[in-house]
């Protein structure tokens, strides 16, 4: 046995008590984290097994520091699934007060925002976190919801190593009914976003990828993808170039580049991808099916900075064109969640005829409102 299960087995002692002071679960914490890269396998999966059980009765601040130690057990290697249904059930209640903190802390910002200005008639704008702002007063009439919205730090750092690291987590936190609270939160707290980022990830979700200039198609699947930078990384380096298998028009990134949009971290001398396409949705189309320039239709770009999932489905398949680049584009190499595995696996290249049938029916086709 390592020197890791000892601090286990005194972390969970102190847990158990509950009479021991705050600093003390700090600090033999601070001690089985520093442990851990000396931990086996097995001696991970059971501490974390054992800190999880914990996680639904234990008073909030212990709850935050069981979440903090299972997140980082998570990240060295821990299964997360047994962490999922206690961190749910003790997400459930605490999110939606959380919400209620932000709103209020909101309100109060804005029923005190300063007039307008005599001389222009236009209100000044307020750039300051409501919540910081306004916290302390909206905490001095709902204490229960200042503490909800403190907890969401830690539990939420949980909950994104979790999902970060399993495709199966993800899909158990997507089949709650907390995607909307979260989607609520987001816009307030940054663990928030990052949970509601992770939600949206496309998971062994096919895409048609058409490039109309030269009448090419692949069907794709997609996993792990957390932003557009990430994807039009993969897309480069599936596609682009005479050495990449699509052969499209376009240089590919570097090996260096593709890999640390996959599973590897960022290799200093390559850390910056310049894109050899523009991404546009489906209704970037003309009626005849075709694909002017890309100025042409700003309003159906796919912008890297959202995610696939907000890629438009057409006959129910999220259907992104390639076309040349309007202007050099760039962004830093990597992932949002580096735990996360991106995954891009061509399933199908389409024939010249099926590219051109997709054309077709697309370009008359009424669009979204």
Known sequence: MSEFMPAVKELLA????????????RAVAVT???????????????????????????????????????????E???????????????????????????????QLADSTAPPAPAESGEAEVSMENPVERYGADVAAKLPQAAKAWAATESLGMAAIAAMAHSKEVRALFRATNLHTVIDALARFHPEAHYLFTLMEALDDEELMVLHP?????????IAGIADNFQLHTLLAGLLAGPESMGKLPGERPGEPLIAAAIDQPVDPEFDYVYGPFNLANWIALSADGTLGPANDHPGAWIWNEGRPSDILPFAGTRIVL????????????????????????????????????????????????
């Open 14 to 25: 102190i847990i158990d008590e509950r009479t021991r002071p705050a600093a003390d679960l």
């Open 32 to 74: 089985m984290c520093n442990r851990l890269e000396r931990a086996t396998q097995p001696e991970k999966e059971e501490a974390l097994a054992q800190l999880a059980s914990r996680l639904t009765d234990a008073d909030s601040p212990t709850a935050g520091m069981i979440a903090v130690c299972c997140g980082a057990i998570i």
């Open 76 to 106: 060295n290697g821990g299964d997360p699934v047994p962490l999922v249904d206690p961190l749910i059930a003790r997400l459930r209640p605490i999110l939606p007060q959380a919400v209620i903190f932000a709103e209020q802390c909101e």
């Open 213 to 221: 200039e030269t009448k090419q198609g692949f069907r794709i699947r």
């Open 322 to 369: 390639l076309e040349t680049p309007p202007y050099e584009r760039g962004w830093q190499a990597g992932r949002m969640f580096p735990g996360m595995i991106g995954e891009m696996e061509l399933l199908e290249v389409l024939s010249a005829n099926e590219v051109q049938s997709w054309l077709t029916r697309m370009g008359p086709a009424q669009r979204p409102t």
